[in-house]
């Protein structure tokens, strides 16, 4: 099936969906105009202790803990209203599989705080209506533009901690019930994460979303053997219009897997949303800012083989 074919497809799909979206718009929460939602989260970041109250957690890296995080949604605005550390077995079990998606993990991508973070999964959670249901990865970025190559190297030291939850995700759930959802940087963690650990060989999980990847297209490809093997399905959303991945093509002086709209493999789906991405100046964070990209993005996590 030809890229276009999918793109279809996953609009057909996300029409048949439109019941769960208009769920979501309908819930007395959305009325009222607040969402407070409780997000489970996982971090390698490290923790800097504080005289009163919770630990900070710092751009270093650290050991693997669990937390939860709490957020308020109001509109197309969110707020960090507090959050917890909790040991990393409890945050895993406090977990509730949905029956069709089972769970799902979402790591980030560069220049983007804890607080951020938390707020964009919270959000992401409500849009794909995975509440309970979704974990967040945060690594320890720097929330510094200047500073991408300094979270690239943060990023290939956070494989191991990334494996690690995956494992504990597949020991929980199973692993043919885990699905993982990564945003650009982030992208290129799992594929490397993914392509060499050992500690996850012979594990296959579910659905592998790769939303805006600035991953090198060849590199991707020549992943994907493994990735294959891995994952029962990939799907790569990408826009032509991403003005990051396009800043970070100038960076890398090569095209990015995310903007390359011309790149299709029959081994993987390819949802182009470049004519739904509008608004937002870097047209970067669409499948958290735009819900028609939201809907699309739960299609194919609730596709079938």
């Not at 897997?257 to 100046?281: C, I, K, M, S, Y």
């Not at 870097?282 to 079938?304: E, K």
Request: aromatic fraction near 6%.
């Amino acid at each position: 099936m030809t890229k276009t074919g999918l793109h279809l497809a996953a609009i057909t799909a996300a029409t048949a969906l439109s019941g769960c979206a208009l769920a979501y718009d309908r819930s007395p929460a959305h009325e009222a105009g607040t969402i407070f939602a409780k997000l489970p989260f996982v971090t390698n970041r490290s923790v800097e202790p504080r005289e009163r109250g919770q630990g900070r957690l710092t751009t270093r890296t650290g050991e693997l803990r669990g937390g939860s995080c709490a957020v308020e949604i109001r509109g197309d605005k969110s707020k960090l209203l507090s959050y917890e550390l909790r040991p990393l077995e409890d945050t895993v079990s406090s977990l509730d599989a949905d029956p069709e998606t089972g769970v799902t993990v979402y790591i980030h991508g560069f220049n983007e705080p804890f607080s951020k973070n938390c707020r964009y999964a919270a959000v992401l959670a409500e849009r794909l209506v995975l509440r309970d249901s979704l974990l967040l990865f945060s690594w320890p970025t720097n929330n510094k533009v200047v500073t991408y190559g300094t979270d690239v190297r943060k990023m290939r030291a956070t494989h191991d901690s990334l494996a690690q939850i995956l494992g504990l995700l597949a020991a929980q759930f199973g692993s043919t019930n885990v699905n993982v959802i990564a945003h650009s940087l982030g992208s290129r963690g799992v594929v490397d994460t993914i392509f060499g650990n050992d500690s996850i060989r012979g594990l296959r999980f579910r659905k592998l979303v790769l939303v805006a990847p600035d991953v090198d297209p060849e590199h991707f490809e020549a992943s994907l053997p493994t990735l294959q093997r891995h994952f029962s399905d990939i799907t790569v959303f990408i826009a032509g219009n991403d003005r990051a991945l396009s800043l970070s093509q100038i960076l890398h002086r090569e095209r990015r897997l995310g903007n390359a709209t011309e790149w299709q493999t029959p081994d993987v789906r390819v949802v182009d949303v470049t004519t739904l991405n509008e608004g937002h100046f870097f047209r970067h964070m669409y499948h958290v800012r735009n819900p028609q990209i939201a809907t699309l993005l739960r299609a194919s996590l609730l596709d079938r083989e």
